[in-house]
């Protein structure tokens, strides 16, 4: 089992910025990827980015050059730095964690973008 925390949402303005931190205990040492999803009003859940164990990463084509997925091993944390937002980056943000076949998530996390 793994647990996931997130924290970091909230609201700002156009073209500010914010950094979500989402933190993992119990079973970490069987995490394969950590990531990010997100879900806006009455929209599917999409990947915002994702990042594995060796820190290889990807993002989504919308945030390429906005946001940036890292990861801290020894603080079991991943992290996404979020620049420029924009108004259509509002959404319920969920951190995840990918262990072998099974998905685990996070509570979520608001963000809003005030234009």
């Known amino acids: 089992q793994v647990q996931l925390v997130e924290s970091g949402g909230g609201l700002v303005q156009a073209g500010g910025s914010l950094r979500l931190s989402c933190a993992a205990s119990?079973?970490?040492?069987?995490?394969?990827?950590m990531g990010w999803y997100r879900q806006a009003p009455g929209k599917q859940r999409d990947l915002v980015a994702a990042i594995t164990s060796g820190g290889s990463a990807n993002a989504a084509d919308s945030v390429k050059g906005r946001f940036t997925i890292s990861r801290d091993n020894a603080k079991n944390t991943v992290y996404l730095q979020m620049n420029s937002l924009k108004p259509d980056d509002t959404a319920v943000y969920y951190c995840?964690?990918?262990?072998?076949?099974?998905?685990?998530w996070g509570q979520g996390t608001q963000v809003t973008v005030s234009s």
């Open positions: 995840y964690a990918l262990v072998g076949p099974s998905f685990y």
């Open positions: 119990g079973s970490i040492f069987s995490i394969n990827v």
